[in-house]
T-cell receptor, first 113, second 117 residues
Framework: DAKTTQPPSMDCAEGRAANLPCNHSTISGNEYVYWYRQIHSQGPQYIIHGLKNNETNEMASLIITEDRKSSTLILPHATLRDTAVYYCIVRVAHMEYGNKLVFGAGTILRVKS | GAVVSQHPSRVICKSGTSVKIECRSLDFQATTMFWYRQFPKQSLMLMATSNEGSKATYEQGVEKDKFLINHASLTLSTLTVTSAHPEDSSFYIC?????????????FGPGTRLLVL
């Protein structure tokens, strides 16, 4: 199973872009990169996912390097409500019982005013 | 709106009692659901995969007789913590992939906080 490495914490100024890196050097060709976040005492919230192309939605952008060994989640204009733990996950395929998501330690993002 | 609900959101019980936590998929049918546990200041740990109409699959180190899972319908899975002890106090979260025909996004419930006294 491909594992991910993220910095334990980051700070970002309110209104600025937050760039959260993730390394997944052992990722396989058919494994997706997923990003979730968890605000204190809540269930994780889906943000975005991608295979090899860059992706953008209403919440964030996902930039995946050409060799797919790393990616960056970009929150274009961070707000105080974006303070959370951000998890970068490589999707593990388990054919018989559906795909599992294995969470690492994540990055604590603190958005400061 | 919410895709997955959990009940109760918070429960306090005495040591030795059993506690049942419900997880409902609100928007679509789910033949597979997942149960996670999260201790304070730690990440989510997958406990088991709940399969509709068959036995759950437990992760290594998770006692299947301690954490009973029942997935009796396509929208409901229950986790029963039997003979709960203080060390079982944790945040329990369920999730589903959805929808069945397009399983690219996993949705998580709001979680159930269990405190065993």
């Amino acid at each position: 199973d491909a594992k991910t490495t993220q910095p334990p914490s980051m700070d970002c100024a309110e209104g600025r872009a937050a760039n959260l890196p993730c390394n997944h050097s052992t990722i396989s060709g058919n494994e997706y990169v997923y990003w979730y976040r968890q605000i204190h005492s809540q269930g994780p919230q889906y943000i975005i996912h991608g295979l090899k192309n860059n992706e953008t939605n209403e919440m964030a952008s996902l930039i995946i390097t050409e060799d797919r060994k790393s990616s960056t989640l970009i929150l274009p204009h961070a707000t105080l409500r974006d303070t959370a733990v951000y998890y970068c996950i490589v999707r593990v395929a388990h054919m018989e019982y559906g795909n599992k998501l294995v969470f690492g330690a994540g990055t604590i993002l603190r958005v400061k005013s | 709106g919410a895709v997955v609900s959990q009940h109760p959101s918070r429960v306090i019980c005495k040591s030795g009692t059993s506690v049942k936590i419900e997880c409902r998929s609100l928007d679509f049918q789910a033949t597979t659901m997942f149960w996670y546990r999260q201790f304070p200041k730690q990440s989510l740990m997958l406990m088991a995969t709940s399969n509709e109409g068959s036995k759950a699959t437990y992760e290594q180190g998770v006692e299947k007789d301690k954490f009973l899972i029942n997935h009796a319908s396509l929208t409901l899975s229950t986790l029963t913590v039997t003979s709960a002890h203080p060390e079982d106090s944790s945040f329990y979260i369920c999730s589903v992939w959805g929808p069945e025909w397009y399983q690219e996004t996993q949705y998580f419930g709001p979680g159930t906080r269990l405190l065993v006294l």
